[in-house]
């Protein structure tokens, strides 16, 4: 990879980060887990849309934007990595939710 891809990658990495973090917070607020481990799985689901989205299907949604040389949907690619930021968020906190009401009717 050339020094531009690797810069739009960690771009996106550190999009996917900061969106996985956003995700992790609004699900908290409405009772999901708040501790800092919390937004692993946001981030991967986030960082996993872009890679899917991005890279291996090659779709454009939105205006394009050139980032280091590279012609990018940005605020589309941002909608649908907080999107599935979100649904990782939501699965997680359906999961942590479920997991303690079993221990709550077992206990």
Do not use: N
């Not at 960082?47 to 939105?62: R, S, V």
């Amino acid at each position: 990879m050339t020094p531009r891809a690797y810069a739009l990658f960690f771009t996106f990495l550190a999009c996917s980060i900061v969106l996985g973090w956003l995700a992790s917070r609004v699900a908290a607020h409405f009772g999901g887990p708040s501790a800092k481990t919390a937004a692993i799985l946001p981030f991967v689901a986030g960082f996993g849309a872009f890679y899917l989205i991005g890279h291996k299907l090659g779709i454009e949604i939105g205006p394009q934007v050139e980032m280091f040389g590279f012609q990018v949907s940005l605020f589309g690619d941002l909608a649908i990595g907080f999107a599935a930021a979100m649904i990782g968020a939501l699965v997680q906190m359906a999961v942590v939710s479920a997991r303690g009401s079993a221990r709550h009717r077992a206990g």
